[in-house]
């Protein structure tokens, strides 16, 4: 089984508090015992609280989650 130690793949679409701009983010989570497995876990999950946010227009640290989807094949881009 190859298996990088990473869990599941998520795409998140994150508007920014401050100017409403939308980016997309991904996210790999590592592949452990508590991670999350689906968008249900991982909304509600510490690792995502723990991920920090960076508006690329304005740099405001405040980002709203609007969209979240679970990737199965990440492209390596
Ligand atoms: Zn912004």
Redesign the pocket.
């Known amino acids: 089984m190859a298996n990088d130690r990473i869990g599941a793949h998520f795409k998140l679409k994150v508007r ?1 508090f ?2 409403r ?1 939308d980016t997309v983010h991904r996210l790999a989570v590592p592949a452990a015992e508590d991670a999350p497995e689906c968008v249900d876990d991982l909304l509600e999950s510490q690792f995502l609280r723990d991920q920090r946010f960076q ?1 690329k ?4 640290p405040i980002g709203v989650i609007v969209a979240a989807v679970e990737v199965k094949e990440p492209a390596d881009a």
Request: aromatic fraction near 0%.
């Open positions: 920014c401050n100017c701009v508006c227009a304005c740099e405001a």
